[in-house]
């Protein structure tokens, strides 16, 4: 007789490295659910949001001991000490780039990392879907932000036949979200000056090599970091447009013939941290889900699997590793301790050395 249970305990110091796109809801998620499993919690927040940071800072600080919460501001090299700390468990999210470099800096003291990264997510548009519906949310995954999250659609996988449809639709979509461009307090700028050169870059590069580029507000004066969404057709994998990871307002059309050929061309490339497929048919629904991985998927509908809590949040391979957001995230930064209770009776003592004992015999003689 014995009882068998787990046990779940803080794991200590969790640290929490915030990048610059979501800087308050990609620091006050993992803090709530850091703290809600008991751990004492480091927040480094994002260099190029110094405003933003300085605020929460001296919010927290209004709010928890600073030896229970601690926010840490400053540059590259305060995040790379940062990421060097002996935590118990250590989250970033951001680049996989950079992820490499976090993850290197933990492994000096083994600290356990949960990793959000990102990747091309990828969105499928089927033979039969209307247009106009998978363009919408196409569009609203695409621009919130400017492009600039984590699991905004990449590329889109369109039916050869459906491309100029779908484009025309796509445009259409993006001119209902957002009239103009210039003064659209609806509309987000580029971070700073060095991501939009990396943008532009994008554009200019895929153009020399023989991509249709199309600009969604053409003739419209560019206001500041402002830059508008533009659709590219032709593109091909020599563009660094389809290696890297945009986190823009840049949309690349890819056309496939069958649903197996744009699986395909998923499955040859770096795993995702978002998928997204547009069609009602249950059956291609599941072939998607069954021959793709990914960190998440939407069906019909992009970004807001996020936004469930209760779902977990993570990616895989290149897109990262573990997951958080509601219970998972409790599990993530607690430690399960198995724990086997027995009192006076021994009932063990039946298997202990030496062998041959009666009982045993008798075992052997019942059972083999």
Known sequence: PASAQVRYQPLGVVGVIVPW???????????TCALA???????????????????????????????????????????QAFARLPFDHLLFTGATSVGRQVMLAAAHNLTPVTLELGGKSPAIVSADVPLDTAAERIAFGKTLNAGQTCVAPDYVLVPRERLEAFSDAYQRAVRRL??????????TAVINQRQLQRLQHLLDDARA???????????????????????????NDSMQVMQDEIFGPLLPLVPYDSLEQALAFINQRPRPLALYYFGYDRAAQEQV?????????CLNDTLLHVAQDDL?????GPS??????????????????????KQRFNAARLIYPPYGKALQRLVFKLFI
């Open 178 to 187: 957002y009239p103009r461009i210039a003064d659209n307090p609806d509309y």
């Open 37 to 79: 499993a008991g751990n004492r919690v480091m927040l480094k927040l994002s260099e190029a949001t110094p405003a933003t940071g300085q605020a929460l800072k001296q919010l927290l600080e209004q709010v928890f001991p600073t030896d229970l919460v601690s926010v840490v501001l400053g540059e590259v090299e305060v995040g």
């Open 21 to 31: 796109n979501y800087p308050l809801f990609l620091a006050i998620g993992p803090l």
């Open 312 to 316: 977990p949040f993570g990616g895989i």
């Open 289 to 297: 889900l069954r021959h793709t991985h990914s960190g998440g998927v």
């Open 209 to 235: 090599k023989g991509a249709q580029v199309l600009d969604l507000y053409p003739g419209e004066t560019r206001q500041g970091r402002r830059l508008p969404p533009h659709l590219l057709l032709g593109v």
């Open 320 to 341: 990262g590793m573990g997951h958080y957001h509601g219970h998972d995230g409790f599990l993530t930064f607690s430690k399960a301790k198995a724990v086997l209770a």
